[in-house]
């Protein structure tokens, strides 16, 4: 039949030559198009479709055989030109009053542009083909596939070091495709890219917008932080430190997090209060404290031990200040308790094993115990003894004055043996 078909379409191409007026002229040049269209002749049926409307510009057919064209073009994977052909045919459509053709014309130019644009990424790479993505996505902003179109474009852009106009495709699907499922992704591709580019500044701004615009997105919290810290790289420490508020509002369950900002925080009014007598627990020191109660596993050893040695500090201040009076016995039981609470005290800061603290709180722990044997010796002496009776009185003090002595001495004899000689001591304890 293809044969017969040739016959016939050049026996009417002969017609027309030798009978350039005849009235049946337009009838044998649509029937010459249909012929060649339904035979799959792509490029014959695209021409004579064309010479058609060229001939017979107000033959009411015109506007369905520009349809064809594109059809016939497209079929043989000539998008480009298919997209325009679909253009011309709409304009004839329109121009004719052809209403339900016109509607089925809208959707297959920017579909053919899509592929034409598909068809040069395989050919040539993603780069040549973005900008080919982005105008369609400009000329068809309401395309079902115009955010897929700048997500490769984007891409595109990325993957040859393009950042700008990358970010610029990019922020077009979060302004214009706000609702689409491409949102969240361009907004990770734009922090990113700024991220990876080192400009530190937009980096910190896309991720924190990124974080708002998708509160519930699993990487939100992650890229709230990230943007703190950028901020903190940036030189603008106020701004970071507004963010990780933020942070502690919304997310208090990412108790990680939560712990790893408030340790910073807990670190510099630490810094604060060394210069005083005692431990001044800021909020942010009292909220690190109260969250590692519950979460000892995230707490910082080091916070914990300065703490609890500060803490045993006061107590000790409060234990040397308990003076041995008459009558001696409720004042010695006095000062034994306070002796008991200072012990337990030094003794739960070396339990986290930091250096620094646990050489100072066995330092500690053996003065304390010696204080109180100095204690009992300058303890106030009982009125009206004769010198005999007071000789006697101080020789049971003497004895048990060496008591705490020896107990002392222990312990600062096993400080010593945990700690041998070249052991590190920056503090002096040893």
Known sequence: HDTLAVKVLAFGDNFLTTQPGAAESADLRWRQAQLAYRHGFDAQAASRFEAMAAHHPDDSRIPVGLRLRGDALHRSSEFALAATAYEEALLAATAAGQDSLATSLRPLIPTSRYQHAEAVARAEGELEAAPLFVDLARRHPDFAQADQALYRAGLGYLEAGNVDPAIDAFTVILNAHAEGDLSRDA??????????AGRTDEAALAYSTFSRRFPTDPDAPSALLRSADLSMEAGNPDRAASLRDEFLVRYPDDTEAVMEILEDRARRELEAARAGTSLARGPELRAYLELAKTHPELAAPEILAEVEFREAEDLRGDYVAIRLTQPLEASIEAKKHKLEQVLAAYGDCTAHGVRTFTQASAFRIGEVLIEFGDALMDSERPSGLTDDELFSYDEVLDEQSWAFY???????????????????????WL
């Open 187 to 196: 907004a990770v591709q734009i922090a990113r890219a700024y991220d990876d």
């Open 406 to 428: 020896d107990r002392g001495e222990q312990a600062w004899n096993e400080l010593l043996r945990q700690n041998p000689t070249g052991s590190e001591d920056p503090e002096g």
